[in-house]
């Protein structure tokens, strides 16, 4: 890696773009990283073993990881994954087999942790009109949520460059050895 | 401009930055705690060998101190190892204390600088002017390859803070009251200045109250204005030079917040929110089986100071454990010289070593289904403290003390 190199911009050619289709998993406001990840599961170092805890402290959280199907969609409401800067939520959730999250709106180190460690989210003004087990459809990189069941579309929030080149990478490290392969 | 886009102009070399521009800055310090056990294996796989500069990287040991189980015990060996690897300059094991308090107190605090860590309440340390945010361990590991990190400039709030706190008021109920007001999403994503009359007067332990819990509205970064006091407690604490950076008067807020605390009351913020903050007196009367004085919010000598002089000469009600947690080795040890162990131990308080403590979960004074727990802490979810049962209320020192000595929730007196 080259030393004080600003991040360079990936070629769009290089990059696969984010489709996935899935089931809905629906959970209210603030729900906060202690739900999330609860945080006597810290010392856990293992990917797979702190998938076991998703969700495990969210209301209607208590089945989620028995029935979560990979490629299901978590659609949450306002300021998802406040609190702790505990990067294990993030992975907790990706490696559920979850796709994408979508929210109203999310806090901001979950953000920034879910961009690099390549969990796809989507802030969507309308999040809270999605219902528990809606099939949806969506186009990550242009924003757009197809909802199956209730037959309507949404436009997401658009997401900056340097950041859907992350997630498209699939996080940031692998960000930062494709910028280096190809820079 | 805002001090938050001053200084982020400053580190990414631009003369200007405005709200939402990204930025490349240039990193001061960069901290993390047992979490760089997971910092380290991103590090690893990124395949740099060094890092970017060895004195400029924070390694230290709050969490699980000393280890609570077999797992931390070996992160902690992993990190000492990689500390030697590395040769890191500022590596503090577990007899130094709480991050947020063990910063300033080695001198790395510096107005001006960009300060991040791999903890949500490194917002605390915007109380000596300096831009520092929480990160995620994945992105510190770029840091310590690189140095630098992407910021999104922040919009700005403008706090100004005018009259006198009651006997009893402290900066905890201000900023409980503020959060209270603007919501656990209040700040998200923004930078918040705090400036006024009660700030300039306030000590350099209280600034660090309202800079810690702003991120508890969401805030990127917290400032206190600094002042001819935050540049003396720097100077005490390192001969490293630096910029003293303040707003430009024609500087842009999206929100302007003028409070008067002449008759502010005691607050406190109940289960399972930060945000659902009312007045102590509204849920008084409610039992409580833990109290609890710590945590990188409220575990410095002055909180430690008003505790001690309301349990002075009096029982911790039998139905409680009192636990005390200093936040740093220092503030232990001070408190031994003022006195206030004593006092503690013979009210009946539990002392612990300085660390997290049951903050987050992890050890020393977890809650079973249907306990009650007043802590001077920062985070009130739901299991936060142990069982996702148990109710955990967040007050002040004063608040705490009294509710100790009671059994239950007590508003302070504050004539």
């Known amino acids: ?183 | 401009m805002t001090i938050a886009e001053k200084i982020l102009a400053k580190a990414s070399g631009k003369k200007k930055v405005v709200p939402n521009d990204i930025v490349m800055a240039k990193i001061d310090v960069a901290m993390s705690h047992e979490n760089a056990d997971v910092v380290l294996r991103s590090f690893r796989e990124i395949g740099v060998r060094h890092v970017w500069d060895r004195d400029k990287i924070v390694i230290l040991f709050d969490h699980r101190i000393p280890a609570e189980s077999e797992k931390s015990a070996a992160t902690h060996k992993r990190l000492r190892e990689f500390v030697k690897e590395q040769g890191i300059t500022h590596f503090y094991d577990m007899k130094e204390g709480i991050c947020h308090q063990i910063l300033p107190e080695f001198g790395l605090c510096r107005p001006g600088e960009v300060l991040v860590g791999t903890d949500s309440h490194t917002t605390t340390h915007g109380a000596f002017g300096t831009f520092a945010t929480g990160i995620g361990a994945t992105e510190m590991s770029g840091v310590w390859a690189t140095g630098e990190l992407w910021f999104k400039a922040p919009e700005s709030i403008k706090i100004t803070v005018n009259g006198s706190l009651q006997h009893h008021v402290s900066a905890k109920d201000l900023i409980l009251h503020i959060i209270g007001m603007l919501g656990a999403d209040g700040a998200d994503y923004k930078a918040v200045e705090f400036c006024g009359e009660t700030i300039h007067t306030m000590s350099i332990a209280s600034r660090m109250v309202l800079s810690n819990l702003c991120m508890e509205m969401g805030a990127k970064v917290a400032f206190v204005l600094p002042d001819e006091k935050t540049i003396s407690y720097v100077k005490e604490h390192t001969n490293k030079k630096f910029e003293v950076i303040v707003p430009d008067e024609n500087a842009q807020y999206i929100k302007e917040l003028p409070i008067d605390v002449t008759n502010l009351e005691p607050q406190i913020a109940c289960p399972h929110a930060v945000d659902n903050v009312k007045p102590v007196k509204d849920v008084a009367g409610i039992k409580i089986h833990q109290a609890l004085i710590g945590s990188c919010t409220n575990g410095r000598l002055e909180d430690l100071a008003v505790a001690a002089e309301i349990v002075e000469h009096k029982k911790v009600h039998p139905d409680v454990r009192l636990l005390v947690i200093p936040a740093s080795r220092k503030v232990y040890l001070q408190a031994i010289k003022q006195g206030y162990i004593e006092i503690f131990v013979k009210a009946g308080g539990l002392v612990l070593n300085p660390g997290c403590g049951p903050c987050l979960g992890a050890h020393q004074g977890l809650l079973a289904p249907g306990e009650v727990c007043v802590a001077t802490t920062n985070r009130n979810f739901k299991g936060r403290m142990g069982s996702p049962d148990s109710f955990v209320y967040l007050a002040s020192p004063a608040t705490v003390a009294f509710s100790a000595l009671t059994g239950e929730i007590t508003a302070p007196e504050t004539e």
Request: aromatic letters at 6%.
């Open chain 1, 1 to 183: 890696m080259k030393k004080n190199d600003n991040f360079p911009r990936r070629s769009a050619s290089s990059s696969a773009s984010i489709s996935v289709s899935g089931r809905t998993w629906k959970f209210g406001d603030d729900v906060d990283t202690d739900q999330i990840y609860p945080g006597k599961y810290l010392p856990l170092t293992d990917k797979e073993e702190m998938a076991r805890h998703a969700m495990e402290g969210a209301e209607g959280g208590d089945d989620f990881i028995e029935k979560v199907q990979t490629g299901d969609i978590l659609v949450a409401g306002k300021n998802f994954g406040c609190g702790s800067s505990r990067e294990h939520a993030a992975v907790a959730i990706k490696g559920s087999g979850i796709s994408v999250v979508i929210a109203r709106s999310f806090a901001r180190i979950f953000h920034r942790n879910a961009v690099n460690t390549g969990l796809p989210i989507l802030v969507l003004e309308q999040a809270e009109e999605i219902q528990p087990g809606d099939a949806l459809e969506v186009d990550v990189e242009r924003g757009i949520v197809r909802n199956k069941t209730q037959n309507k579309v949404y436009h997401a929030k658009p997401v900056s460059l340097l950041e859907m080149d992350i997630m498209k990478a699939g996080g940031l490290l692998a960000y930062l050895k494709d910028t280096d392969k190809h820079g």
